[in-house]
């Protein structure tokens, strides 16, 4: 999906709407949640992926995530070994007002003794509406730990009990997607295993907000250097709800290319974070690298 017109229709719908135009925007309470079965926001960190506590994210314009987030049924069409699905996924729209702009979260865990990666988008994503009818379907990896070297979009893996996700999504303002989505489909198609994990380790520390910008710190807490940058999406970022729950996803901007030495100390940002309609102090953070 193009995340960066997404954002931009977070700014459009918060600018002409406000509190009082929303159906929980006088503050009341959601219904209570229970906790997913495969953890997201309240998993304990990985070599690169962690949940961080900061200042609020967002314009406060609503409260309440079932504003924006409904689970659906997972149905698992072709299955891979050592993945986990918990038969749940959720659905998040861009906000109240929009939704039309929808993203399926699909948590998945390695229940596995190995580590198993995905490879050149080997995991299908499919929307399915009433009857059947297939509303979008998406090529995409696992989001998860990093396991090899060389990490890109065409390669991301889950070490044995570690949880990630995968995500599908759909876009057309004509059409309540939020609404017509029944369930999602996923068909495993390739996967492989792996034994080695880098040298290098960039952990997610804590986040500030600037003017506009999210920024997120990250360290490198092993004795190896680690690479970032070289052209590829450098992870991404999913803002959570006090129920360590998702209520948002993007992509963090594309950075330089950059040798992170023992100890030190980087950062990576996204500009259109604080767009999100409501509001949140909490994120888990993924990052990709060398």
Do not use: W
Request: charged letters at 15%.
């Amino acid at each position: 999906m193009n995340l960066r017109l997404i954002a931009l229709l977070f700014a459009a719908a918060a600018g002409c709407g406000g509190a009082a135009a929303l159906p929980h925007g006088d503050g009341n309470a959601c219904p209570p949640e229970t906790p997913s079965a495969i953890p997201i926001g309240d998993a304990p960190a990985m070599n690169n992926a962690a949940t961080l506590q900061g200042p609020p994210v967002g314009l406060g314009s609503f409260e309440g995530s079932c504003e924006v987030r409904r689970r659906v049924p997972v149905v698992v069409t072709r299955a891979g070994d050592g993945l986990a699905f918990n038969g749940q996924a959720f659905l998040l729209r861009a906000s109240p007002l929009l939704s039309g702009t929808v993203t399926a979260i699909v948590p998945v865990q390695n229940d596995g003794a190995t580590i198993v990666c995905s490879g050149g988008q080997s995991i299908t994503v499919t929307l399915i509406g009433a009857g059947g009818a297939v509303i979008s379907s998406e090529a995409t990896d696992l989001v998860g730990s990093v396991a090899t070297f060389l990490i890109s979009g065409e390669n991301s893996c889950l070490g044995p009990s570690e949880s990630g996700f995968v995500q599908g999504g759909a876009l057309d303002l004509q059409r309540p997607f939020y609404d017509e989505i029944i369930r999602v489909e996923v068909s495993v198609s390739d996967l492989y295993p792996t034994s080695g994990r880098p040298y290098g380790s960039l952990v997610p520390k804590s986040y500030a907000l600037t003017s506009s910008v999210l920024t997120v710190t990250y360290e490198n807490v092993s004795a190896f250097a680690a690479r970032t940058g070289g052209g590829f999406n450098l992870g991404y970022v999913l803002l959570l709800d006090a129920d360590n729950l998702p209520v948002y996803y993007t992509s963090f901007d594309l950075a330089p290319e950059e040798t992170i030495q023992p100890g030190a100390t980087g950062t990576i940002s996204n500009s259109y974070l604080p767009y999100f309609p409501g509001r949140v102090t909490r994120l888990r953070a993924f990052l990709q690298f060398e």
